[in-house]
């Protein structure tokens, strides 16, 4: 099975991103799925200083995938999206589901390729991409914006076949068949979007603490 990351499903998480990930981690051992990654740019010159990844997907031979999941019917009237809950309240959205998953692969990008685990020639062969995961819709018949693209988009049925669809999504992306990801930079990845991290209080602290103590 897949691994979460985090391990467990938050109880208070949308039903829409329960269901996604329930049927996420059912995947094979390659896979590892990270949900609300959240992130903060300090650039002076960034767009958006905070945000949300529902989901990135890593895969050795796929490369790493960034979804927007969103629930509900939906609804693109005059160029704005709308998400309509059970209660039929609608939602607009701020930006496109599309157009936030761009913007949350292309973030990652950057840190991945700063931090010089994955060079930006690695990723030209095709190694990542973003899609849209609508759980709640079945995607047949319907007519989609220009900024996204029906093999992009995972529907209700994807649920049931979570595997197939992700790859046909990976493929869209894919320039050379044979590009992949090395362990070492899975685990540098994987330690960048979900840190392990030990605070280990300082020594040099501790005495500079009591000697104060002393002092006063």
């Known amino acids: 099975m897949a691994r979460l990351y985090p391990s467990h499903i938050p109880s208070d998480a949308p039903s829409s991103e329960k ?3 329930d049927a996420l981690s059912k995947l094979p051992n390659a896979y590892s799925v990270f949900h609300g990654v959240n992130w903060l740019n300090l650039n002076p ?3 958006q ?3 949300e990844t529902d989901l990135i997907i890593l895969h050795p031979k796929h490369g790493v995938l960034v979804i927007e999941v969103k629930g509900g019917r939906i609804k693109v009237e005059d160029g704005d999206w709308y998400s309509i809950d059970r209660y039929d309240k609608s939602h607009r959205l701020s930006r496109s589901p599309a157009v936030q998953a761009r913007g949350n ?8 390729e700063k931090m010089r685990i994955v060079t930006a020639a690695t990723f030209e062969q095709g190694l990542m991409g973003y899609a849209v995961w609508f759980p709640h819709i079945d995607k047949e018949n319907v007519s989609l914006p220009m900024d996204i693209q029906p093999e992009l988009v995972l529907d209700g049925q994807s ?3 979570p595997e197939q669809d992700i790859e046909v999504a990976f493929g869209c992306w894919r ?3 044979t590009a992949e990801l090395d362990k070492m930079q899975l685990a540098k ?3 960048l979007i979900s840190p392990e991290v030990t605070m280990v209080p300082s020594l040099n602290l501790l005495l500079k603490q009591q000697d104060n103590e002393l002092i006063s």
Request: proline letters at 0%.
């Open 105 to 112: 692969m292309y973030f990652l990008k950057e840190k991945i």
């Open 19 to 21: 269901v996604v990930l």
């Open 49 to 51: 200083r905070v945000g």
């Open 189 to 191: 990845i994987r330690q």
């Open 159 to 161: 649920i049931y076949q």
């Open 175 to 177: 320039k050379h068949k």
């Open 45 to 47: 010159k960034a767009n």
